[in-house]
């Protein structure tokens, strides 16, 4: 079926303020929300589903939506990211910032063991259970991931 903008402006009216309500409640972020709420629309112009009552197409609504925060939590969990500005705050040095910038740079098996080890201060035999790996994989991420380090930082000071 083919959509007309009238038709089109008539559902995302109805239906986005109630949408927004939910999204903004399951991600707890506005922009998230907003971003659910598009992806339902457009999910909805592509599929073009045709109901009997308009309580179908809420209900269909409504799910989508719902599956599209469900998709983006479950992204967030895997995806983490950190915001430097913010981490900057808890640094008291411009080189602790620069050197936190350069870890956070690194591939994630050696950012993480480094981090546990020289952040917050476990030892290997933590680490390797923290993260499932064996003490002799965790010793290799953190020599690698030192000299990563090192190489980085002697660019920089070239620079």
């Not at 709420?37 to 209900?59: C, D, M, S």
């Not at 950012?111 to 201060?121: D, P, S, T």
Request: aromatic share 8%; with cysteine.
């Amino acid at each position: 079926m083919d959509w007309t903008a009238k038709e089109i402006e008539s559902v995302v009216g109805k239906y986005s303020d109630m949408l927004f309500r939910i999204c903004f409640i399951m991600l707890c972020k506005e922009q998230d929300a907003e971003d659910a709420i598009q992806e339902t629309f457009i999910r909805y112009i592509l599929k073009a589903p045709v109901f009997a009552e308009n309580e179908h197409l809420k209900a269909w609504l409504i799910k989508v939506a719902t599956n599209i925060c469900k998709d983006m939590l479950r992204f967030r969990l895997r995806h983490t990211h950190l915001n430097i500005d913010e981490l900057s705050n808890y640094y008291s040095s411009d080189e602790n910032v620069n050197i936190l910038e350069t870890v956070l740079t690194l591939p994630h098996k050696y950012k993480i063991a480094i981090l546990l080890h020289y952040i917050e201060g476990y030892d290997i035999l933590s680490i390797s259970r923290i993260t499932g790996k064996s003490v002799s994989a965790v010793k290799k991420h953190l020599q690698r991931g030192r000299e990563m380090l090192k190489l980085e930082i002697q660019k920089g000071e070239s620079c």
